[in-house]
């Protein structure tokens, strides 16, 4: 307060008292304000999980993925060890608590969940598995509806609640509107407080030619407030027709993210009916993954305009992506081991590559 008069400094000190003094009127307990020592005396309860690294207690996970990609899938089984108390895709990494689950579904047909259910054995869990897929408008950006859904909770002691898919139950929700979305999240507080947790499925937006493989947190709708506001993201991506699923975890504010890593669905026949089965697929090599991402980016890229390409033209092109040259190279390399592209050598050196024409 240099260059004040006492007199100055006094009506200064005496009106930051009132203000102050205001303040704590009016948010009463809320505040509670001491020393770093005194606060670090305090004892916290350690974190625990309903699926190790993925599901934490009295917490919220997204999982996400662009639409067709077998989160649904991911999420029905996931719910189906929480339910029976099994590691979940049976591996230790992903040790299981035993909970009582709520699975809400907004989007799929009740014929075909049905048919996934038996397919995943859901049906034999008695009580440990519950379903809600009516009424007709479930809006939990409405303070009835939320009622509605915490008496279910409470009321059938459910400790997890998996609701696909986020934009299904969200009432018109504006998913670029950070008040909205704060206000949305908080209404899962109480819940969250008493230790239930919540799994939303949520869709993001397709990649574009130029966005690689690699999912991340920007393809989330209105990613920034929801990243905000939840423990977990875990994202997925799976190719059409292959039974494998890649899986990233690019947020985890509990505990180290889990490094990426696969899963495998597979489809049998047992007792003449047939079932799904998941499994760890192991890590994924990352230098692996930059090369297939690499061939699926070339693939793209020399699909525009069916033209014929330099190496150094689609290195060129790639560099948006932030594709290495050593991975587009090896990419590049294999594609023409694995006759997946078209090429043909100019001069000495030169090699054009192409699209390769399709049925051949």
Same mark, same amino acid.
């Given at each position: 307060?240099?260059?004040?008069?006492?007199?100055?400094?006094?009506?200064?000190?005496?009106?930051?008292?009132? +203000?102050?003094? &205001?303040?704590?009127? =009016?948010?009463?307990? $809320?505040?509670?304000?001491?020393?770093? #020592?005194?606060?670090?005396? /305090?004892?916290?309860?350690?974190?625990?999980?309903?699926?190790?690294?993925?599901?934490?207690?009295?917490?919220?996970?997204?999982?996400?993925?662009?639409?067709?990609?077998?989160?649904?899938?991911?999420?029905?089984?996931?719910?189906?060890?929480?339910?029976?108390?099994?590691?979940?895709?049976?591996?230790?990494?992903?040790?299981?608590?035993?909970?009582?689950?709520?699975?809400?579904?907004?989007?799929?047909?009740?014929?075909?969940?049905?048919?996934?259910?038996?397919?995943?054995?859901?049906?034999?869990?008695?009580?440990?598995?519950?379903?809600?897929?009516?009424?007709?408008?479930?809006?939990?950006?409405?303070?009835?509806?939320?009622?509605?859904?915490?008496?279910? +909770?409470?009321? &059938?002691?459910?400790? =997890?609640?998996?609701? $696909?898919?986020?934009?299904?139950?969200? #009432?018109?929700?504006?998913? /670029?509107?950070?008040?909205?979305?704060?206000?949305?999240?908080?209404?899962?507080?109480?819940?969250?407080?008493?230790?239930?947790?919540?799994?939303?499925?949520?869709?993001?937006?397709?990649?574009?030619?130029?966005?690689?493989?690699?999912?991340?947190?920007?393809?989330?709708?209105?990613?920034?407030?929801?990243?905000?506001?939840?423990?977990?993201?875990?994202?997925?991506?799976?190719?059409?027709?292959?039974?494998?699923?890649?899986?990233?975890?690019?947020?985890?504010?509990?505990?180290?993210?889990?490094?990426?890593?696969?899963?495998?669905?597979?489809?049998?026949?047992?007792?003449?009916?047939?079932?799904?089965?998941?499994?760890?697929?192991?890590?994924?090599?990352?230098?692996?993954? &930059?090369?297939?991402?690499?061939?699926?980016?070339?693939?793209?890229?020399?699909?525009? #305009?069916?033209?014929?390409?330099?190496?150094?033209?689609?290195?060129?092109?790639?560099?948006?992506?932030?594709?290495?040259?050593?991975?587009?190279?090896?990419?590049?390399?294999?594609?023409?081991?694995?006759?997946?592209?078209?090429?043909?050598?100019?001069?000495?050196?030169?090699?054009?590559?192409?699209?390769?024409?399709?049925?051949?």
């Amino acid at each position: 307060m240099e260059g004040f008069s006492d007199e100055q400094r006094g009506d200064m000190l005496k009106k930051d008292y009132e +203000v102050g003094q &205001k303040i704590r009127e =009016v948010r009463g307990a $809320d505040m509670d304000i001491k020393t770093w #020592g005194e606060f670090d005396q /305090e004892k916290f309860a350690v974190r625990e999980w309903y699926v190790k690294g993925v599901v934490p207690v009295g917490g919220i996970t997204i999982i996400a993925a662009p639409s067709g990609e077998k989160k649904s899938w991911v999420a029905m089984e996931m719910a189906r060890c929480l339910a029976s108390g099994s590691n979940f895709l049976g591996h230790k990494e992903f040790e299981t608590r035993q909970a009582t689950v709520l699975y809400i579904d907004r989007e799929t047909y009740e014929g075909e969940l049905q048919a996934r259910g038996r397919k995943l054995g859901l049906q034999n869990l008695g009580t440990r598995l519950y379903e809600l897929s009516r009424p007709a408008e479930l809006s939990l950006n409405n303070n009835q509806m939320m009622s509605y859904l915490e008496s279910i +909770v409470r009321e &059938k002691k459910i400790d =997890v609640v998996f609701i $696909d898919t986020f934009r299904s139950i969200a #009432g018109g929700l504006q998913e /670029e509107k950070a008040e909205e979305i704060r206000k949305f999240f908080q209404r899962f507080s109480p819940l969250k407080k008493s230790g239930r947790s919540f799994v939303f499925l949520d869709h993001c937006r397709k990649p574009s030619q130029f966005d690689g493989y690699v999912p991340k947190k920007e393809w989330l709708f209105g990613s920034q407030d929801k990243l905000a506001s939840v423990e977990v993201l875990m994202m997925q991506r799976s190719k059409e027709g292959s039974p494998e699923i890649s899986v990233w975890i690019p947020k985890n504010r509990v505990a180290p993210a889990h490094p990426p890593f696969k899963i495998f669905m597979d489809e049998i026949i047992a007792d003449t009916e047939e079932k799904i089965m998941f499994s760890f697929g192991g890590g994924i090599d990352e230098k692996k993954g &930059k090369e297939e991402e690499a061939e699926e980016a070339i693939s793209d890229y020399l699909a525009q #305009g069916g033209v014929e390409r330099t190496a150094k033209e689609i290195e060129e092109a790639l560099s948006q992506k932030n594709i290495g040259k050593n991975a587009i190279t090896n990419a590049l390399k294999s594609m023409r081991e694995k006759d997946a592209v078209a090429c043909r050598k100019e001069g000495a050196r030169k090699i054009l590559y192409r699209p390769k024409p399709p049925g051949k």
